[in-house]
């Protein structure tokens, strides 16, 4: 089945531009980046890089980066734009790299496009050096448990509460906006920790972060009421 990337892939680049959308700027970059930079790492593997704008911010702090992808169009984009970098299309589960190759491995929001993690999270942690940092960013579950059912809202149309179901229950989801239509998982957060602790990982960060004080405040409001993303580091 497919997950709707290729097709939505010239959508997805429209969207994100340089800069990312209103999470990726405003919420997760001013996290995800000190975080990536903070151990002093010299190579790094973004998992799902997509159209490479991650790897682009890494590169440009003179980080050695590798992005892997399934989705041909978004790689070819991002060898346009960053025709030094290295690409590599495969998946999370079959990474083509030695034992140890990284001191850093990202996952910006790329678990939840993974219809199996767990071998996927083998594979990122096979290949980070002993002392290396996995740094993950997610939809966080309550967000992703309220795909379907989204806000409730009152009788002139206000935003009431975020509603959420099924919380526990693993499911994968379509979900649509400005011409881009992807397949989402949704997982609970204890999921992923049982993973992550099975391969003898320690976390050393989590955070469900709140929007930089530069965001525009209408958008703000929403990512505060119900919270979007979490970010977690590993060490190994």
């Known amino acids: 089945m497919t997950n709707g990337w290729e097709d939505s892939a010239a959508a997805w680049?429209?969207?994100?531009?340089e800069h990312g959308d209103f999470g990726r700027r405003y919420v997760l970059d001013p996290v995800m980046l000190p975080l990536a930079l903070a151990n002093?790492?010299?190579t790094a593997l973004d998992v799902g890089c997509g159209e490479g704008r991650f790897c682009r911010m890494l590169a440009a702090r003179g980080v050695t980066v590798t992005g892997i992808d399934p989705t041909p169009s978004l790689?070819?984009?991002?060898?346009?734009?960053?025709p030094q970098g290295t690409y590599v299309e495969t998946d999370a589960a079959n990474l083509p790299f030695g034992d140890g190759a990284f001191d850093l491995v990202v996952s910006y929001l790329s678990l939840i496009d993974?219809?199996?993690?767990?071998?996927?999270?083998?594979e990122?942690?096979?290949v980070l050096k002993p002392g290396g940092r996995l740094l993950i960013a997610n939809l966080n579950g309550f967000n992703t448990a309220g795909q379907e059912t989204d806000w409730s809202l009152d009788e002139h149309g206000k935003r009431k509460h975020f509603q959420i179901d099924h919380y526990l229950t693993e499911s994968?989801?379509?979900?649509?906006?400005?011409?881009i239509r992807i397949r989402n998982h949704h997982r609970p957060l204890s999921a992923y920790m049982k993973l992550l602790l099975a391969q003898g990982l320690t976390l050393t960060y989590f955070d469900e972060p709140r929007p930089a004080a530069d965001a525009p405040a209408g958008r703000a409001a929403d990512y505060v009421r119900a919270p979007w993303f979490m970010v977690m580091e590993w060490a190994k």
């Open 13 to 17: 680049i429209a969207d994100m531009g």
């Open 40 to 42: 002093g790492a010299k």
């Open 75 to 82: 790689l070819g984009h991002a060898r346009k734009r960053d």
């Open 114 to 122: 993974m219809p199996d993690v767990a071998p996927a999270i083998v």
């Open 124 to 126: 990122m942690t096979r």
């Open 172 to 179: 994968a989801a379509w979900i649509e906006w400005r011409g």
